[in-house]
């Protein structure tokens, strides 16, 4: 009996011992399911960052994973986001080639009027941003409607249109003022920053054509104007939605004028505005022989000039990869590199025309020059073409530059002391037409409302190099129009040149009450810095 007993007990241990394990095994189950739906495990370190990021990092209405519309509301929210930093990053870019700027014109001026340059250039953009902001935007844009790659809001709905020939066709926007009511959202923010840029581009163009002789009070009137309704009213034919961009819905020319990030709206109305300025303003005292021969007048300081021009070339970068208006647009490696190679070829074009050809000397001066005309050339068709082609299109540039300079200085008589007139004016024109040449049809599907990608006349459509002529030839006629009403209203109420005592002394102290190089006195016959 006692034996049963032992053997009864052992065996009431035994199952106890299997029981309670495989029990505590099914309750610790769910608890497990439950706690790894709602706190997952800590994440580890991820120096390559391969596994940061996943579901539980959306937002959901309620506690567990995400729903498939939650999921698929991030992702676009997510694309949005990547396309607004994109394009502010790109705009910030833009903005420092100011910079650039004010370093190349400065350089390529002479030191006794270094503080008046440098002041255009810092003053250009404020004056510029103010009326654009006011009015200039909503011009360009206030009709263009949704602006897909930041988000679809269609808040700028409103273009003044005329109708001819039973078509539509838009002259300017009406919405957008102040940035106020439907203009009060983050996209069309983004849009006005990186647009703003843009102008000011343009609006600085001028300053280095006229540079040496400008009256402050006439460029100061000039920096409200050039955004508010010379730069504006071209690019909402183009960019905004106007009639020039029509061209391919209306009248069956390709997809319209093709500009992609601003040959023609942004450097050829800076250049024809720098023409049409500096003819009116005459040469400056001593360009000209009384035959009519040219005399060089030499810049003050070449490395200045070459460091600026290196700020340009990298704010290109922001310029035209840019104006994608989207980092998921992988097209930007066609548009960056297409935009690196042509200012190479630029550069190299330009420098042995001149050693060769010209002047017998690699002059720095067009270095500068040519790296500028081809990143110019190449600003409206590099995302339409191949990089051959984009290296084509340089080397056409880096030649006409100087071809252009000489030209304008000996044939035109019209003093230019930075070439901007060739570098914006001449490559801006030849850029646009390069794309009616050039667009091999492997980019822009449905651009300006067109089926297709656009093509030019060398991959078989003649019509899209049609439009082009015509959006160039539009350009010289409208902004060499206003500008030329504008600088004479300007002449006649302030006056626009300084007077010869004024320039011959130097700007600076008699325009800007200060010297560009303290401590220096300036001889005026050599116009060489001697110390104090």
């Given amino acids: 009996m006692l034996r049963k007993l032992c053997w009864l007990f052992v065996l009431g241990v035994v199952i106890v011992g299997v029981a309670v394990p495989v029990a505590a095994q099914e309750q610790e189950v769910a608890p497990t399911i439950e706690v790894a739906a709602a706190a997952p495990a800590a994440r580890q370190a991820d120096p390559s960052g391969a596994n940061t990021g996943a579901i539980t990092d959306v937002p959901a209405a309620e506690a567990g994973s995400p729903t498939i519309q939650e999921l698929g509301s991030a992702v676009g929210h997510n694309k949005v986001a990547i396309n607004m930093m994109w394009t502010l990053i790109t705009g910030f870019l833009v903005m420092f080639m100011q910079a650039g700027f004010a370093m190349v014109e400065t350089g390529f001026t002479r030191a006794k009027n270094a503080a008046h340059t440098m002041a255009m ?4 953009y404020p004056l510029g941003m103010l009326g654009f902001y006011i009015c200039g935007f909503a011009f360009m844009f206030g009709g263009v409607g ?8 269609a808040g700028l709905d409103h273009e003044l249109t005329i109708s001819l020939f039973g078509k539509e066709f838009g002259l300017l926007g009406m919405k957008g003022f102040f940035l106020s009511g439907g203009g009060y959202d983050v996209a069309i923010f983004t849009m006005f920053l990186f647009q703003m840029v843009f102008m000011d581009t343009t609006a600085t163009i001028p300053t280095g054509a006229m540079a040496e002789r400008w009256k402050y009070l006439s460029f100061f009137i000039y920096g409200l104007l050039v955004g508010t309704v010379i730069y504006p009213i071209y690019g909402n034919w183009v960019w905004g939605g106007g009639w020039l961009s029509a061209m391919g819905r209306n ?20 250049g024809v505005i720098g023409l049409v300025g500096a003819w009116l303003l005459g040469p400056r005292h001593g360009k000209y022989n009384k035959d009519g021969t040219p005399n060089p007048i030499l810049g003050h300081n070449i490395p200045m000039a070459v460091i600026g021009t290196f700020i340009l070339a990298f704010g290109w970068f922001g310029f035209n990869p840019g104006s994608t208006l989207a980092g998921t ?9 297409n935009t690196m190679l042509a200012s190479a070829t630029g550069a190299v074009a330009a420098t042995l025309w001149v050693w060769l050809i010209r002047f017998k000397k690699p002059d720095p001066s067009m270095m500068c020059n040519g790296m500028l005309a081809g990143l110019v050339a190449i600003t409206a068709p590099c995302a339409f073409v191949n990089s051959v082609s984009a290296c084509i299109i340089g080397l056409v540039a880096g030649v006409l530059v100087v071809e252009g300079f000489l030209f304008i200085e000996r044939k035109l008589k019209i003093d230019d002391p930075v070439g901007a007139i060739a570098v914006h004016g001449m490559n801006g024109a030849w850029g646009c037409l390069a794309l009616g040449l050039f667009a091999d049809g492997t980019y822009g599907d449905g651009w300006n409302g067109v089926a297709g990608t656009v093509k030019g006349l060398f991959y078989g459509d003649a019509s899209q190099f049609l439009a082009q002529c015509i959006g160039v030839i539009a350009n010289v006629v409208y902004v060499g129009l206003i500008s030329l009403i504008i600088f004479k209203v300007i002449d006649m109420v302030v006056g626009n040149r300084v007077d010869e005592e004024t320039e011959v002394d130097g700007l600076d102290i008699p325009e800007m009450g200060v010297p560009g190089f303290s401590g220096v006195l300036l001889d005026k016959a050599s116009e060489t810095p001697t110390s104090n």
Avoid: C, E, K, Q
């Fill in 146 to 153: 949704a602006l897909a790659s930041l988000g679809g809001y």
């Fill in 329 to 337: 647009d992988l097209r930007i490696a066609v548009v960056a590199t």
């Fill in 251 to 270: 009248f069956g020319l390709g997809h319209g004028h093709v500009d992609f990030a601003g040959s023609s709206v942004v450097h050829m109305t800076g």
């Fill in 121 to 124: 250039n810092m003053m250009i």
